[in-house]
């Protein structure tokens, strides 16, 4: 089957689907051969490749020639050629295919944003994997033709290189394609807000619009989504301090004198000129009610039709799982399908499975994938040198994956990378058709060493949710949190910093410390901590609105909103008269 771009209707795309992953080898393999066609010329791949005509080769013996001749790569492998393209220079580097935009990378995972490139390409699938999404979403989560989306969509500030190439990030590129407005028309849902308040650069501005026209619709909203569930939880924070702000605007059809833009003001004032006291009325009654409850339920309270709420929830996100619960009430929490800066990988087949547990079905038209097995080590000798503790064997194709082992992702795509590691870490499931079902572990990136340790963001994720669930039971909340390998002292430890909401007695939090020291599993740290040569855990309990702060500075930076994830690890301490610490 050609692994071409699929341009159907809404109700043929599963079908689509179903086909090419009853054929996903076949299918990987003139993926393979047709982003081999496009761009065998490119100067990257004749570095390697040279003059070898693939033509007529079988797609095996390609497959076999490309894996032997290729070798696998990083961002820093590319990172000279994408600069000599963000610097002007038009000569095919590593797509035959100008590339005239530049996405950047959240830079919370390495600490720095990277350039990606972005193509036409980027956005088509983009468009793709929504539309799937949207049509597996509706066999379970029907909804109304025209109905609205309360989407917390941020785009970021845009700027040129000085050869003249547009960057922002990948989300931002997105809503300003035409393929945005298409996927809108064609999944028949359309979003509250405008054009406008999306782009306005001001995340506090764009919330409150958000907001505000999410209510002025709110019998029209059939689900609330958002990039990430970060997002989400921001939002109806925010919420929590300026709805009577909101409730005065509905009532007098009239705009917060804290919204400044003018095209923005111009642009909600036109939808909401006319005033409405007794919409204002009704959210206000509500609110009223919702504040004695914490704000538990808030979502199906305001938005009675809503149907569930959609947002990558997975990986870094999972820890707002149980605040996004809070708000959600019994509506159901759908995680949004599985991808990258550098290309989308897997569609969420299975709506109705809680975000815990969801897996995504790789879409094998997107990219040709390769696997590196990885296995678990717990040699005490291998090194502080290595990057964690697993011990690599060679790259798989899709076709030979196993169910119940870990693997890193390498992507060969169609905007000009070739065998690129990504980082992620997941593990095969089980199988969709004959496309394989992946789980999302981590990142690969070691976030905690001091000794002989290793442990991932995912290891952390897991401790801290131990130690939470202490902090709940004295009806306190973590609000969230970081981390830091304090190697300045002997013995090195660890130090975990919490922002909490709530009073804690100081008992409380040492029972929270003890929990969570005694819960890393990595065979490095136990074995350490029983010969001290890895001291105490110590729990710093750090300013309210420190976080917020981090959201800030990122934000100042050029970054969105949308795209924003909490490090889960920090080389630099806080200053220690903002903290409070437990050991």
């Known amino acids: 089957m050609e692994p071409a771009m699929y341009n159907g209707s809404c109700c043929d795309i599963i079908s689509w689907f179903e086909d090419v992953s009853e054929n996903a080898s076949c299918v990987q393999m003139q993926t393979l051969r047709r982003i081999l066609q496009l761009n065998f010329a490119v ?5 390697w490749i040279g003059e070898v005509n693939f033509e007529d080769m079988e797609d095996s013996a390609l497959e076999s020639l490309y894996t032997s001749l290729v070798p696998l790569a990083s961002h820093a492998d590319f990172e000279p050629y994408v600069q000599r393209i963000a610097d002007g220079e038009k000569a095919p580097l590593i797509t035959q295919e100008p590339i005239t935009t530049l996405s950047l990378s959240s830079g919370t995972t390495e600490g720095r944003q990277k350039y990606v490139p972005f193509t036409c390409h980027s956005s088509k699938t983009t468009l793709q994997i929504f539309k799937l999404a949207a049509a597996y979403r509706s066999r379970i989560y029907p909804i109304k033709e025209g109905g609205r989306i309360l989407e917390f969509i941020y785009s970021s500030k845009q700027f040129k290189t000085k050869g003249g190439i547009k960057v922002g990030t990948a989300t931002t590129h997105y809503y300003a394609s035409e393929e945005f407005k298409t996927k809108q028309h064609q999944t028949k849902s359309y979003i509250c807000s405008p054009e406008e308040v999306i782009s306005s650069g001001d995340y506090k501005q764009t919330t409150y619009c958000h907001l505000l026209l999410g209510l002025y619709f709110y019998d029209q909203v059939e689900f609330i989504a958002s990039t990430f569930a970060f997002s989400i939880i921001q939002s109806f924070v925010s919420f929590e301090e300026f709805w009577k702000e909101i409730c005065n605007d509905i009532r007098d059809g009239t705009l917060s004198s804290n919204i400044t833009i003018p095209s923005v003001r111009k642009a909600v004032l036109d939808i909401i000129s006319v005033p409405n006291p007794c919409l204002a009325k009704r959210v206000q009654s509500k609110c009223v009610e919702l504040e004695e409850m914490d704000w538990f339920g808030v979502i199906p309270k305001l938005w009675p039709n809503a149907k569930y709420v959609y947002s990558i929830m997975t990986g870094s996100m999972q820890p707002y799982l149980t605040k996004l619960r809070h708000y959600a009430g019994d509506l159901p929490l759908v995680s949004a399908d599985y991808g990258s800066t550098e290309s989308w990988i897997g569609v969420n087949v299975d709506p109705c499975c809680p975000p815990e547990k969801v897996s995504f079905a790789v879409v094998p038209t997107f990219s040709y994938f390769e696997f590196i097995p990885l296995n678990r ?6 090194g502080n040198s290595a990057i964690d503790d697993f011990v690599e064997d060679d790259p798989v194709p899709l076709s030979q994956v196993k169910i119940g082992k870990q693997y890193e992702i390498v992507l060969t795509t169609f905007t000009g ?3 690129y590691r990504l980082g992620d870490v997941v593990e095969v499931v089980g199988f969709h058709r004959n496309t394989p079902k992946l789980n999302f572990i981590c990142r690969r990136k070691l976030i905690l060493t001091v000794n002989i340790d290793k442990n991932t963001e995912n ?5 801290v949710e131990k130690g939470s669930q202490i902090l709940r039971k004295s009806r306190a909340e973590l609000v ?5 390998a304090e190697v300045g002292k002997n013995p090195g430890h660890y130090i975990i910093y919490w922002e909490i909401k709530g009073e804690v007695e100081e ?17 490095g740290y136990v074995v350490s901590r029983r010969r001290n040569s890895i001291g105490p855990l110590e729990l710093c309990i750090v300013e309210k609105g420190t976080f917020k702060k981090i959201l800030e500075n990122f934000i100042a930076n050029g970054a969105a909103l949308s795209q924003f994830k909490t490090p889960r690890c920090t080389t630099n301490q806080v200053p220690k008269n903002s903290m409070k610490n437990i050991k």
Not at 43 to 47: I, N, S
Not at 459 to 463: A, G, K
């Open 43 to 47: 100067e990257y791949l004749k570095k």
């Open 507 to 523: 008992r409380v939090l040492e029972e929270c410390c003890r929990e969570m020291d005694a819960s890393f599993v990595d065979h």
């Open 459 to 463: 290891d952390l994720q897991l401790v």
């Open 417 to 419: 990378l070739y065998r």
């Open 480 to 484: 969230d949190f970081t981390s830091h």
């Open 377 to 382: 080590s717990e040699n005490e000798d291998i």
